[in-house]
């Protein structure tokens, strides 16, 4: 979706700025004196963008069992009403997040010799992390139970089919069930890459903001970082890798764009022969 892409980049861009370059304690006087709305916008953007990306993946594996269980109303998730409700479901969890995390007043602390951004309304922290653990949970729940039933359907619809067409089968039947078959073993790779990072990054968030609260800064913001990578860009390069059509249209348009550099080159080298004739 357009808006979950917009806040990946969003929240790339924060992380770097809003935590990597406090780390490095680069343009300190600058931080310092602007420390407090700098807080601010490092954390809203964080954990809001956390609750837009966890909202995206779940709409995402609900259209998928949309696609393979109600073909019928999948096609009807296009219309402007859907749209329009996926995208506030999408969003609510940023407005929570700015709600209540942008009121406090925020300070840079020094720990391990790199500046972090700490908030000082520990009972206001304290609700809002429990809000997170909490979606987190939905999250996961949703995405995991989305992912195995797309994934049951589909196996159940591909053995019927299988069955059927098993007595007298052409060429093209042959073909096309072999293709099938390729898209099967690309969506058993997907959906369990899918549920193992989904768990990964729940485990982190609520043993980090649940269990063990004190955890060193610079370790989990190292840690938080490199999730957030993974699960900002998993998912396309997932599709890239494991969806046959998508990496046949990647590939082709790749060896088109090689072939007319190759046809430019080959042109401004036969056009500078003939310039020295």
Request: net charge positive.
């Amino acid at each position: 979706m357009f808006v979950g892409i917009i806040v990946d980049m969003i929240s790339a861009i924060n992380m770097f700025t809003g935590q990597v370059i406090p780390a490095k304690r680069w343009f300190e006087p600058f931080l310092i004196h602007h420390q407090n709305w700098l807080g601010s916008i490092f954390f809203v953007i964080t954990y809001g963008a956390r609750c837009i990306q966890g909202a995206t993946a779940t709409i995402l594996s609900f259209c998928r069992v949309c696609a393979v269980c109600f073909p019928i109303f999948y096609h009807k998730l296009g219309q402007p009403y859907y749209i329009y409700t996926m995208q506030v479901l999408q969003l609510f969890g940023g407005f929570v997040a700015a709600f209540l995390l942008w009121p406090d007043v925020y300070e840079y602390i020094v720990e391990d010799d790199g500046l972090y951004s700490v908030g000082s309304d520990a009972s206001n922290a304290e609700w809002f992390y429990n809000f997170v653990a909490i979606l987190e949970v939905f999250f996961v729940v949703a995405i995991v139970v989305n992912n195995l039933v797309t994934y049951t359907m589909f196996k159940i619809k591909f053995n019927k089919s299988s069955v059927l067409n098993k007595a007298v089968i052409s060429p093209s039947q042959y073909q096309m069930n072999h293709e099938k078959q390729k898209r099967e073993n690309g969506l058993d790779k997907m959906t369990f890459i899918v549920c193992l990072v989904e768990i990964i990054y729940f485990a982190f968030v609520v043993y980090s903001l649940q269990i063990n609260q004190a955890m060193n800064k610079r370790i989990f913001y190292f840690l938080y970082n490199i999730l957030c990578v993974i699960y900002s860009t998993f998912s396309a390069w997932m599709l890239l890798i494991v969806s046959k059509p998508i990496n046949s249209q990647f590939q082709q348009r790749f060896s088109n764009l090689s072939s007319r550099r190759t046809r430019s080159i080959s042109i401004s080298v036969q056009g500078s022969r003939d310039n020295n004739k």
